[in-house]
Every structure is written in structure tokens, then in C-alpha cells.
């Protein structure tokens, strides 16, 4: 199997790592995990047991991807970002039995030390800033930011601000790749590249 594992790290028996996926320093995945191909895991990484992890995904130093948490194709985690699993958490009350899921879709982007409180799921293709703290679902392509987050904008496919309103209807081409978007209402969809 052509997976990088750096000697320091931990992965338990049973776990499955996709070909070409690399698990740098001080990283520990649990038996139970099951990640595709081509994920890069920076140093000091942990996944849990009930966690999937798409191709392509990259999880930069110091994240935890906790029981519950799924990320699909291309998942960008930038650093020292944080999941949770329990709403509502005490150390004296055993609360294993109320883990929320989390997804994040294909392609979304969780800036530097955001938080994704369990139980939301973040749309294809959405960017949520540095810092930000997310506590309700996210819309494909929107950019969110500050704490709790709110919508700002929508992004493009290819990680750059598209020129539109937050609600109401609208088209935008992306200036990198030629694709473009249209905004119905709430709602933000690529119709073409």
C-alpha cells in the first residue's frame, strides 16, 4: 500500500487509509476510521473511530476529527480548526449516546481556529473564515465569518468572492475558471464551467 506514515505516528489496527494519503508527525487515527485516497494528515492530527474522511481531503497540524464528524472529497481543515461531538458537555455526565453528526461537503473550506459545533452541515463548496464559529447549517458556496458566523458572501468552486447579494437573484462568473453561478433567492448554483 503507498501510504506515507511518518514513524512517530499511531494508526490503530483496522484502520483503512486510502493509496497515496500521507499521516505526518505525532498523528493518531483510531481503528474504526475509514479515509480515502490522497488525504494529507499534518502533524499532531487526531480521528476518531466513527469518522469518514474523504479523497483528497487535507487536514492541516493540531485539528481533531472527532466520533460523528464526515467530510467528503476535497475538505480543506486549516490549522488548529475544532470539531465538537456533544452539545452540551459535562465531565461528570456520560453523554457518548448524544454525539451529533457533522458533515462537511465536498470542497468546503474551515479556516485556522474556526468552530463547528456538532450537528451542522457545511454546504459543497462553502468558505468559513479564520476564527469563525459556526453553529447552524451552511449553504453551498457561502462565506462565512466572524463569531457566531454569519454569510457575508458566496465563493466560487475555485475559492474566490463572487460579485452577488446575499438573497435575491443573480449571476456571477468566476474570473479563474470561467464558471458560472446563479443566485435564486437563497440559493447559489453552478450551471456551468
Request: net charge negative.
Amino acid at each position: 500500500m503507498n501510504v506515507m506514515i511518518h514513524e512517530s505516528a499511531i494508526v490503530d489496527e483496522g484502520a483503512q487509509i486510502g493509496e497515496g494519503s500521507r499521516v505526518w508527525h505525532f498523528v493518531h487515527v483510531c481503528g474504526g476510521a475509514r479515509i480515502g485516497k490522497n488525504v494529507s494528515m499534518g502533524q499532531g492530527v487526531f480521528v476518531g473511530n466513527k469518522v469518514t474522511i474523504g479523497d483528497n481531503c487535507k487536514i492541516q497540524n493540531n485539528v481533531s476529527v472527532y466520533d460523528n464528524v464526515h467530510l467528503e472529497e476535497g475538505v480543506f481543515c486549516g490549522p488548529s480548526m475544532v470539531f465538537t461531538n456533544v452539545y452540551n458537555p459535562r465531565s461528570l455526565i456520560e453523554r457518548k449516546d448524544e454525539y451529533r453528526d457533522t458533515l462537511a461537503r465536498k470542497g468546503a473550506s474551515l479556516g485556522a481556529n474556526c468552530t463547528i459545533v456538532c450537528g451542522v452541515t457545511i454546504g459543497e463548496y462553502a468558505f468559513i473564515g479564520a476564527g469563525a464559529v459556526v453553529n447552524k447549517n451552511v449553504p453551498a458556496y457561502a462565506l462565512m465569518v466572524g463569531v457566531p458566523a454569519k454569510q457575508i458572501g458566496w465563493m466560487s468552486e475555485y475559492g474566490e468572492q463572487l460579485d452577488l447579494p446575499l438573497t435575491g437573484q443573480g449571476e456571477a462568473v468566476c474570473q479563474h475558471t470561467g464558471g458560472r453561478y446563479v443566485l435564486d433567492g437563497h440559493q447559489l448554483t453552478k450551471v456551468s464551467e
